[in-house]
């Protein structure tokens, strides 16, 4: 039984982490989460902590922002788009059993707190901004480091809020042979 409460978008959701792990969940119904569904979420958060594992695309993206804005310190799932995608639907209720599973023991606790050793620098060295393929790259990066896939200046703020350290950030670019030979790095 996983201790913390998941909190997923919907009731198809429940059921694939119910066939893949014995866990509670709290559904959203959506991006348009009620003020009742966001006083359920603080308070499991501070009873039990919650983990945050909605679908890999634009509308789970903001209902993760909304839940993590209500809930400090809560932790992060993340599961790639093509192990969650069937028939061109995006969703958690696609992935496998093991996917699901997989995401569940790669977590990453957000903090409050910007202490991440990672700089836009870094980024730049590595061609994840202003780069022909910097959003492939933050794709696959993402997927190694477990922080999913963002945008450059929510790839900068996952790196930073989840304190991933630059021995971790480089060991997953050299992984991928991502370090570009003329920017000194």
């Known amino acids: 039984m996983i201790k913390e409460v998941i909190v997923v978008e919907g009731k198809d959701d429940t059921v694939a982490i119910k066939r893949a792990v014995e866990a509670d969940t709290i559904e959203t119904n959506g991006s348009a989460i009620g003020q009742e569904v966001l006083a359920r979420i603080r308070l499991a958060n501070e009873r039990r902590g919650i983990i945050i594992f909605t679908d890999p695309d634009h509308a789970g993206e903001r209902i993760r922002k909304i839940v993590a804005s209500h809930a400090p310190g809560c932790k992060h799932a993340f599961l790639p788009q093509e192990l969650a995608s069937y028939k061109g639907d995006i969703g958690i209720e696609n992935a496998s059993p093991e996917a699901i599973r997989q995401a569940l023991s790669s977590l990453r606790t957000e903090t409050d707190s910007i202490q991440g050793e990672i700089t836009v620098d870094d980024l730049m060295g590595a061609g994840l901004l202003v780069h022909p393929q910097a959003s492939e790259r933050r794709l696959q990066l993402g997927k190694l480091l477990g922080i999913g ?37």
């Open 149 to 185: 896939y963002a945008n450059g200046k929510q790839f900068y703020k996952r790196c930073t809020s989840f304190n991933i350290t630059r021995a971790e950030f480089y060991a997953a670019v050299d992984q991928l042979g991502y370090r570009l030979e003329d920017n000194g790095l």
